[in-house]
């Protein structure tokens, strides 16, 4: 029996669903500061449990386990904030099925693409465009923008994660973008 | 209480991409990688923070098909520009006119020779294997001066008569689309944001090459039309007898068949004859057959007047056709 792959399925089961899940954490908890920190958190206990044992349904798994982590959040407060959960007898499983958002993204993934490069700022914008449409190194872009390598490393790492926010995240966050 | 709460997820994901970037697009060797590999194993979050960024960065391996559409314009060099213009002096017989043109489907600079037709005009251009273009009425398009066998319509319609080279395919670039010859005769017609593909025989192929575009793409058979936007691309089949009517300005003849008047008159307009027009919306929707030379808006008159029992008024620069 071949070891379980943690990343190949974290990849292929999780990841596809966080934009249902940043939909779901953002209807249902009013603090939008600690979002990204309550999905690393459910990314945390889902993977932690599928090392142990994968679960059967990942879509079901991963909104029952944001849920958990929610009461959680609100039971373990000093000061319960009351508003914090709109309504956690309301929160709702989503179902295993066909999920639409997989056909959808496929579908419209260069356009996204494309509208995510476009909120970039501008100087960010074309550094990931030199790497990654033209193929160029980090000495390379800096080389031919003049700039210092290490501008460079920040403005590519700054592009990876706002196009990661784009491409697994809600489509609002395109206006939350730097 | 959950011991992961305390770390701060922005930190580690802005960590793990400054790992990406450094591994992607600087030097990386052993050592570099056992520290990564070092980082990564102190937590889980750690993994799964790297993970998803490297995941999201892969999936733009997509934007590439961004270079594929440059590669069809190659780069000037400057010190090429005047050897250019030199060539094009000795070409001068073909009546071109050289720019060094940057289009919206292919931001980098290409030199181009533009044949033109004004309204009524029609134009032939045979090129070095063969290969026949024919420019219908107010026709603008461009070939590269590089390699002939890319080709822009900016405007107007042209019949393409290919001679099929794997090695080096017949491209024409329209309206954000891109055409590509399988081994081809077709017709194609440009206007600002729409461009109509009607394959005679062999096989093409259109794609959208606008990055601002949904992206599509159709392969046709003889007989069969494809009409594209921004943001749809329709197929369709016609009978080889209605093709072949859409062709006859080759010969100089429009041809009608159960065309409205409507139709006829705005294909008539196109040839820069004097401009018709019709009075109202149901003279505009009769029937009519017919062949007409393109030039001799005379003879189309003769016959609404004859058959269709039409009066014909002058005003100002333009002939209305009324009952």
Same mark, same amino acid.
């Given at each position: 029996m071949t070891a379980f792959d943690l990343k190949a399925w974290f990849i292929r089961e999780i990841l596809p669903l966080e934009a249902a899940l940043m939909q779901y954490l953002q209807h249902n908890w009013?603090?939008?500061?600690?979002i990204t920190d309550l999905r690393q958190d459910v990314y945390l206990r889902v993977c932690e449990a599928a090392a142990q044992e994968p679960p059967r349904h990942p879509r079901q798994f991963l909104f029952t386990t944001a849920r958990n982590l929610l009461i959680d959040r609100v039971r373990h407060?000093? =000061? =319960?904030? =009351?508003?914090?959960?709109?309504?956690l007898e309301a929160l709702e499983v989503a179902k295993d099925?066909?999920?639409?958002e997989r056909s959808a993204i496929a579908r419209d993934e260069l356009r996204r693409l494309q509208a995510a490069l476009d909120r970039l700022l501008e100087r960010c914008r074309e550094v990931v465009m030199m790497g990654?449409?033209?193929?160029?190194?980090g000495r390379e872009i800096a080389a031919r923008l003049g700039v210092a390598e290490c501008t460079v490393s920040e403005h590519l790492a700054k592009g990876m994660r706002a196009l990661a926010n784009i491409l697994f995240g809600h489509p609002s966050d395109l206006t939350k973008l730097p | 209480m959950n011991e992961h709460a305390t770390t701060s997820s922005t930190t580690i994901e802005e960590t793990a991409s400054d790992w990406l970037q450094r591994q992607r697009f600087f030097d990386w060797d052993a050592a570099a990688q056992a520290e990564l590999d070092a980082w990564l194993a102190q937590s889980l979050a750690h993994k799964l923070a790297y993970w998803r960024l490297e995941a999201a960065w892969d999936r733009t391996e997509r934007l590439k098909v961004l270079r594929a559409a440059e590669k069809l314009a190659p780069k000037v060099v400057p010190r090429h520009v005047n050897r250019w213009i030199f060539a094009v002096g000795a070409a001068a017989a073909l009546a071109a006119v050289v720019t060094i043109v940057r289009t919206q489907a292919l931001p980098r600079s290409v030199v181009t020779q533009t044949y033109a037709t004004t309204a009524g005009g029609h134009k032939t251009i045979t090129l070095t294997d063969g290969s026949q273009i024919e420019l219908n009425t107010n026709t603008v398009l461009r070939i590269a001066t590089?390699?002939?066998?890319n080709v822009w319509l900016d405007k107007g319609e042209a019949y393409f008569q290919i001679r099929h080279n794997d090695a080096n395919p017949f491209v024409v670039i329209a309206a954000g689309h891109r055409v590509t010859d399988l081994g081809t005769a077709f017709l194609l017609r440009s206007t600002n944001s729409r461009v109509s593909l009607s394959l005679i025989e062999g096989r093409a192929r259109i794609d959208s090459i606008n990055p601002d575009m949904q992206p599509h793409s159709a392969v046709l058979s003889p007989g069969q039309v494809a009409v594209a936007t921004a943001n749809s691309l329709s197929t369709s089949t016609k009978p080889a007898v209605e093709l072949d009517n859409e062709l006859g300005w080759r010969r100089g003849i429009v041809i009608f068949h159960h065309t409205t008047l409507d139709a006829a008159v705005a294909e008539f307009n196109r040839y820069g004859n004097e401009k018709l027009a019709v009075s109202d919306e149901t003279v505009g929707a009769l029937m009519l057959n017919g062949t007409f030379p393109t030039h001799d808006t005379q003879a189309f008159i003769r016959v609404a007047q004859q058959v269709l029992h039409l009066k014909v008024q002058k005003d100002g620069s333009r002939l209305v056709l009324s009952r």
């Open positions: 009013r603090n939008v500061a600690d407060a000093q =000061i =319960i904030p =009351i508003e914090a959960v709109s309504d099925e066909p999920s639409p990654r449409v033209e193929g160029l190194s | 590089d390699n002939p066998r």
